[in-house]
T-cell receptor, first 112, second 116 residues
Framework: TQLLEQSPQFLSIQEGENLTVYCNSS?????LQWYRQEPGEGPVLLVT???GGEVKKLKRLTFQFGDARKDSSLHITAAQPGDTGLYLC????????????WGLGTSLAVNP | NAGVMQNPRHLVRRRGQEARLRCSPM?????VYWYRQLPEEGLKFMVY????????ESGMPKERFSAEFPKEGPSILRIQQVVRGDSAAYFC??????????????FGPGTRLTVT
């Protein structure tokens, strides 16, 4: 059973389009992180959200943490080929923030 | 400020040999995590260590795999008598030692192990 479900699993879009990917769970997390991984490299931390309902923006990326802290979304505006990669979400459970629970990722391809 | 360092980046071993993967955490980080990733798959947690202590090894296979993080020097993930199924990318991550933090982990570039 996957505690963090990411959807869609794969996404292929054209440059300039908008997209949203999701990270859902039935469990409550004290915080949730989003990472991007490019082929042949390690994941790179993009953002951490901590408060229910929190919205954080990183240039064209908008991250939202659900009110109940069970889910999160990542919205990309005007996607560019440089956004291509595997987007991973990882949650920290209350009382055990050292061991993260990982989703399987959304593989995004942005075509020029 | 150097990030997480892993070496080697690529490692080729014949079946039955030993593989040693090294990880130096970010400066000031005393928590190290090892993950394994197969192509087109997410990260699978293997083990979490602090200096001289294994905190959680629930993701480690019971046989042939071991990990250490000595007081001095890098963390080592050791795989004895490798088999073809051990071929994967192995990532190390580190985090700060302070309690109550959000658990943000910073990753190294990984070691790609190929068993022939």
């Amino acid at each position: 059973t996957q505690l963090l479900e990411q959807s869609p699993q794969f996404l292929s879009i054209q440059e300039g389009e908008n997209l949203t990917v999701y990270c859902n769970s039935s469990s409550v997390f004290s915080s949730l992180q989003w990472y991007r991984q490019e082929p042949g490299e390690g994941p790179v931390l993009l953002v951490t959200v901590v408060t229910g309902g929190e919205v954080k923006k990183l240039k064209r990326l908008t991250f939202q943490f659900g009110d109940a802290r069970k889910d999160s979304s990542l919205h990309i505006t005007a996607a560019q080929p440089g956004d291509t990669g595997l987007y991973l979400c990882a949650g920290a459970r209350a009382g055990n923030n050292r061991k993260l629970i990982w989703g399987l990722g959304t593989s995004l391809a942005v075509n020029p | 400020n150097a990030g997480v360092m892993q070496n080697p980046r690529h490692l080729v071993r014949r079946r039955g040999q030993e593989a040693r993967l090294r990880c130096s955490p970010m400066k000031g980080h005393s928590h190290v995590y090892w993950y394994r990733q197969l192509p087109e798959e997410g990260l699978k947690f293997m083990v979490y260590l602090q200096k001289e202590n294994i905190i959680d090894e629930s993701g480690m296979p019971k046989e042939r795999f071991s990990a250490e993080f000595p007081k001095e020097g890098p963390s080592i993930l050791r795989i004895q008598q490798v088999v073809r199924g051990d071929s994967a990318a192995y990532f190390c991550a580190s985090s700060l030692s302070r309690a109550g933090g959000p658990g943000e982990q910073y990753f190294g570039p990984g070691t790609r192990l190929t068993v022939t």
